[in-house]
């Protein structure tokens, strides 16, 4: 069982920038995948940015270039930095990991960009 607790969310005008957290209960790097999904009001739940067990990025072709996915294995933690945020990119942000072909969600975080 993997617990994963998002921190990090807000509020934000367009154009702004923060970083989502999200604390593990265990080694970051001995999972199969971590990542980012986002859901905004209906819209289905999609991925933002995914580190796979190669240790490469993926990233939604809408956030390429603004966002940045990172791992600290000392803090067992997985980051999102976003930049240049958009008012499209409000929704409530799942932190994702994937362990022995079972995945593992946060609570959730909203993040709203709105002048």
């Known amino acids: 069982q993997v617990q994963l607790v998002e921190s990090g969310g807000g509020l934000v005008q367009p154009g702004g920038s923060l970083r989502l957290s999200c604390a593990a209960s265990e080694n970051v790097f001995s999972l199969s995948a971590v990542g980012w999904y986002r859901q905004a009001p209906g819209k289905q739940r999609e991925s933002v940015a995914v580190?796979?067990?190669?240790?490469?990025?993926n990233y939604a072709d809408s956030v390429k270039g603004r966002f940045t996915i990172s791992r600290d294995n000392a803090k067992n933690t997985v980051y999102l930095q976003m930049n240049s945020l958009k008012p499209e990119d409000t929704a409530v942000y799942y932190c994702y990991a994937r362990k022995l072909w079972k995945n593992y969600w946060g609570q959730g975080t909203q993040v709203t960009v709105s002048s």
């Open positions: 580190i796979p067990s190669d240790g490469s990025t």
